[in-house]
């Protein structure tokens, strides 16, 4: 569950690229397939299937309309690629720098072990301390 929401919130933080693959046979015409290449840090795991698993559940989510005030988006979510691992930093993104050290380096999904920085991308929920 906790790579599943640290995913799920990379999606939501990083935003989809902007090359999206025409739909899947069996898909409504519009619904647009992005494929994402998705990495994870070397003091964590992550494999494809969990990878697919994963992605597979947030399209779920996506083409949902839960609520009269919601919308279902015309999007699948598919990995692009096997799953690859990175080494750089600690596994733990802790400051604004080591959050943009993280958003350079290549893949459009990057799971880790921690978020513990608070800033302007995480939901206004989110308490500062003092």
């Not at 279902?72 to 979510?77: I, T």
């Not at 302007?120 to 500062?128: A, E, G, N, W």
Request: include cysteine; proline fraction near 5%.
């Amino acid at each position: 569950m906790k790579t599943a929401l640290s995913m799920l919130a990379a999606i939501l933080l990083v935003g989809c690229p902007s090359n999206p693959v025409k739909p899947v046979e069996g898909d409504s015409p519009n619904v647009v397939r992005q494929e994402l290449r998705v990495r994870y840090h070397s003091t964590t795991t992550l494999d494809n299937g969990t990878a697919d698993t994963i992605l597979a559940d947030a399209t779920a989510i996506f083409q949902t309309k839960d609520g009269a005030g919601d919308m279902a988006c015309d999007v699948r979510l598919m990995r692009k690629g096997n799953v690859t691992e990175f080494s750089d930093g600690d596994g733990s993104i802790d400051s604004r720098a080591e959050f943009d050290e993280m958003m350079r380096l290549p893949g459009d999904i990057k799971v880790v072990d921690e978020i513990n920085w608070c800033d302007r991308l995480i939901p206004k929920s989110c308490k500062r301390s003092a």
